[in-house]
């Protein structure tokens, strides 16, 4: 690991005004970074450590909205009461991620900016466009099981690790983000960028922006939540293939309903294909079928991960099963 | 041997020994081995300031380990990990993977167990940390360190302090009553001799005597 400085940032202007500076990276739970710092995937010169900033809370908002600082572990978030009754699919997508060890430590922001498991990024004498651009993807002739089929380009065909993620693209949330040009809110949709030619940009954060907050709207009445991972062993495991659905079933319709997938995107993949094909229509298998035949409709697999479309389809067609029995 | 009779009771710890090993060299017989073990210094939390000349860009970082304040100076890189088993010589922690994938490192802070290799030392100077020594003490053991020797909790013994730090917290987090419920708040911690069952009866022991 390289020499950095490392500071404490006392408030939210001193963590910024830090994170302006070159090669400055924010630390907090820290099992993204200081694993990566450790395979000289990630070397900051400066550290600022967050831990101490004011963001650690979960508040019901007037209007009705829930509001998750960025440092809130993903355990605390997991079991806070709200979650557990009114977002269960956050509390569900957490508690399938990572072990509990690690949820104690990692935080609502460093969750959204979780790098991808794709062993050439983490691996320094490999090619890969992601840690260095213009070295070229050595896991489109390689080793590609584990990664994506939605949303790759010709440079990149990591997938977005997360299972959080998931859970918030399907509840719509907002990421509150401060910066040195002042405060902005992105809704999820838009925060996450597929690779392109660009795959080392994955979000729209600049330099120096920290996330203070995520924002989800109020609860929706009447829904019925579902997280459906699909993996290689029963725990402590990445998603080869993840659902998250929320839904709303009236007189057997669907009202509203919103699915969103992990395991085969190169970021959280809301899929507006399956909702458009259940919208408004009776909740049967044959229709979660076409659902799911549709968010996998534009899937480009590589050498090793052609099974991921039959399974994605299965992960989504249960998912609606569960959320609607 | 008849030197060895003569000498006081020898209580040699394994690390001792084996740190006795290291010193006196792999050249060494059985017999001068014996005798530098009798005169190792025992293995102690290092001085807080000894090393600090030598560690360039070393900062200073006062931790609460077990109860007990230290001040050190640590290379802002040293992991909570490699600060408590290199600088403060408590080595019942160990380190596995060192990627947070093994649980092997597993220790509280704050009452809540964490992975110490993923975490700086210079992050946790208002934390109250507690490693496997701090849990409970041979003739007062913790339940579950009883449990796990009861139940015969481990085979070679490598993971089972993170084992146990895990198990320790769990008791005081939200998980069902089955096997199932217990394996899965328990999937960051891997024994590679796989003594899982034990494990899991040991744990669930715990659980039901509370």
């Known amino acids: 690991m390289e020499m950095f400085t490392y500071t404490k940032a006392a408030g939210v202007p001193q963590a910024i005004e830090g994170g302006t500076q070159a090669q400055a990276k924010f630390m907090a739970g820290g099992t993204t970074l200081l694993d990566l710092m450790k395979l000289n995937v990630e070397r900051p010169s400066r550290l600022i450590d967050i831990n101490r900033l004011p ?4 508040e019901k908002l007037p209007d009705g909205r829930l509001k998750i600082g960025a440092l809130v572990r993903n355990s605390d978030l ?15 997508a957490l508690l399938q991620g990572a072990s509990a060890q690690l949820r104690n430590m990692a935080t609502t922001g460093g969750n959204l900016l979780q790098r991808t ?37 010709k440079d990149c065909i990591a997938t977005n690790p997360s299972d959080m993620n998931v859970a918030l693209t399907a509840l719509e949330a907002t990421i509150h983000i401060q910066g040195a040009k002042g405060e902005r809110e992105v809704s999820i949709a838009n925060f996450f960028l597929v690779p392109g030619n660009t795959p080392q940009h994955e979000t729209v954060l600049e330099p120096g922006e920290l996330i203070t907050a995520v924002t ?16 290689d062993r029963a725990s402590y495991e990445f998603a080869l293939s993840s659902a998250a659905v929320v839904a709303v079933v009236n007189g057997g319709k669907f009202d509203y309903v919103r699915v969103a ?65 | 041997m008849a030197s060895q009779k003569k000498s006081p009771p020898v209580h040699l710890s394994r690390r001792s020994f084996l740190s006795s090993l290291g010193a006196a060299g792999v050249v060494a017989t059985a017999g001068p081995v014996l005798a530098t073990a009798q005169t190792a210094t025992p293995v102690a939390p290092m001085a ?17 380990v077990n109860g007990k304040q230290l001040d050190l100076q640590v290379d802002p890189r040293t992991t909570l990990l490699d600060c408590l088993r290199e600088t403060m010589s408590l080595t019942g922690t160990k380190k596995g993977c060192d990627h947070g994938q093994c649980g092997a490192c597993t220790v509280h802070v704050n009452g809540r167990r ?4 993923l975490t700086l030392a210079v992050m946790h100077e208002e934390d109250e940390i507690t490693t496997i020594e701090g849990l409970g003490q041979p003739g007062n053991l913790h339940p579950v360190q009883a449990s796990f020797v009861k139940h015969d909790g481990y085979q070679c013994g490598y993971c089972t302090s993170g084992q146990i730090m895990s198990a320790a917290a769990l008791l005081k987090e939200k998980c069902g009553p089955s096997d199932a419920d217990v394996k899965e708040l328990m999937s960051g911690n891997i024994c590679r001799c796989g003594a899982y069952p034990n494990i899991v009866a040991a744990i669930q022991d715990v659980r039901q005597q509370a």
Not at chain 1, 135 to 148: F, H, K, M, P, Y
């Open chain 1, 216 to 231: 989800l709207p109020a609860p929706k009445a009447g829904s019925k939540q579902i997280y459906l991972k699909l993996r």
């Open chain 1, 117 to 153: 498991r794709c062993m050439y990024f983490r691996n320094e004498a490999m090619a890969c466009n992601k840690r260095s651009p213009g070295s070229g993807c050595s896991a489109i002739e390689g080793e590609n099981r584990t990664l994506a089929i939605l949303g790759t380009s």
């Open chain 2, 48 to 64: 807080a300031n000894s090393t600090s000349e030598t560690i360039q860009g070393a900062i200073p970082v006062s931790l609460r």
């Open chain 1, 78 to 92: 997991a079991h806070h009461p709200t979650v557990e009754s009114e977002y269960s699919v956050l509390s569900q």
């Open chain 1, 261 to 325: 997938l992990g395991g085969v995107g190169t970021r959280p993949w809301r899929s507006l294909e399956a909702e458009r094909v259940l919208h408004g229509k009776a909740a049967d298998e044959k229709l979660f079928r076409q659902a799911a035949e549709a968010a996998l409709h534009g899937a480009q697999p590589q050498s090793q991960n052609a099974f991921k479309i039959p399974l994605a389809k299965r992960c989504i067609t249960h998912a609606l099963t569960l959320a609607t029995a």
């Open chain 1, 55 to 58: 963001l650690d809370q979960v």
């Open chain 2, 114 to 117: 964490i992975n110490s290799c």
